[in-house]
T-cell receptor
Framework: DADVTQTPRNRITKTGKRIMLECSQT?????MYWYRQDPGLGLRLIYY???????NKGEISDGYSVSRQAQAKFSLSLESAIPNQTALYFC????????????FGDGTRLSIL | AQSVTQLDSHVSVSEGTPVLLRCNYS??????LFWYVQHPNKGLQLLLK??????LVKGINGFEAEFKKSETSFHLTKPSAHMSDAAEYFC?????????????FGTGTRLKVLA
C-alpha cells in the first residue's frame, strides 16, 4: 500500500461546485503539505500543517481551504471552483528534523469546466 | 529568500550517453537540496539529497549530483542514459532557517531519451 494516498485520482467538475480532495498517510509524519502543479511552473505551495492544530497558508492559498482532521489526514477544499484551478494537486508529508525529504502522493488531476 | 533555477526546460540525449541536468540555487542559509523525478501520472520520487555532508551525492538509478557552493550549483548527472530515465526532473531547495520547512521547487526539466 502507498504511504501517501490521495483520493480521488481524477475529478471533472463544473464551475461553482465545492470540491474536496483528500490525503491520508501511514508514515506517522506530523508535517503535511498541499501543492498544485501547472505546466512550466513547478509545484507551488497552497497550505501546510505541522500538527492537527496548526494550519499555515502557502504562496497561493486564495480560493482554497484545508482541514487537518487527524495526524494522518489532511484535506483540501475548493469552496467554489473556477476554471483556472484546473491543475494537478499533490499532497506530501515530511518527518521531523532538518533536511528531511518530502514524500508525495500520486496526485489528483482536477479539471474544472 | 531562497530560490532555485533549472537552466533547461527540455533536454534530449541518446540512450547510452551522459545526462546533465543543471540547477542553480540561491540561499541565505546552509541549504538542503534535493532532486526529484516525476514519471507520467505519478507522484514525485526522491532521487537524492544533499544536507551538508559529502558534496558528491549518490542517488538511486545511477544518478548523482555535486554540491558546489562557489558556483551555487547542484547539477544532476548520470553516466549513461536509459530509456526508463525519460521523465520530468525537479531541483528543490529547502527553506531552512525560517522554521517553515518549506520546499522551493524549480520549474522542472523534461528529459527525453532517444533510442
Amino acid at each position: 500500500d502507498a504511504d501517501v494516498t490521495q483520493t480521488p485520482r481524477n475529478r471533472i467538475t463544473k464551475t461553482g461546485k465545492r470540491i474536496m480532495l483528500e490525503c491520508s498517510q501511514t508514515k506517522g509524519h506530523d508535517r503535511m503539505y498541499w501543492y498544485r502543479q501547472d505546466p512550466g511552473l513547478g509545484l507551488r505551495l497552497i497550505y501546510y500543517s505541522f500538527d492537527v492544530k496548526d494550519i499555515n497558508k502557502g504562496e497561493i492559498s486564495d480560493g482554497y481551504s484545508v482541514s487537518r482532521q487527524a495526524q494522518a489526514k489532511f484535506s483540501l477544499s475548493l469552496e467554489s471552483a473556477i476554471p483556472n484551478q484546473t491543475a494537478l494537486y499533490f499532497c506530501a508529508t515530511m518527518g521531523q528534523g532538518e533536511g528531511q525529504p518530502q514524500h508525495f502522493g500520486d496526485g489528483t488531476r482536477l479539471s474544472i469546466l | 529568500a531562497q530560490s532555485v533555477t533549472q537552466l533547461d526546460s527540455h533536454v534530449s540525449v541518446s540512450e547510452g550517453t551522459p545526462v546533465l541536468l543543471r540547477c542553480n540555487y540561491s540561499s541565505s542559509y546552509s541549504p538542503s537540496l534535493f532532486w526529484y523525478v516525476q514519471h507520467p501520472n505519478k507522484g514525485l520520487q526522491l532521487l537524492l539529497k544533499y544536507t551538508s555532508a559529502a558534496t558528491l551525492v549518490k542517488g538511486i538509478n545511477g544518478f548523482e549530483a555535486e554540491f558546489k557552493k562557489s558556483e551555487t550549483s547542484f547539477h544532476l548527472t548520470k553516466p549513461s542514459a536509459h530509456m526508463s530515465d525519460a521523465a520530468e526532473y525537479f531541483c528543490v531547495v529547502s527553506d531552512q532557517g525560517s522554521g517553515t520547512y518549506k520546499y522551493i521547487f524549480g520549474t522542472g526539466t523534461r528529459l527525453k531519451v532517444l533510442a
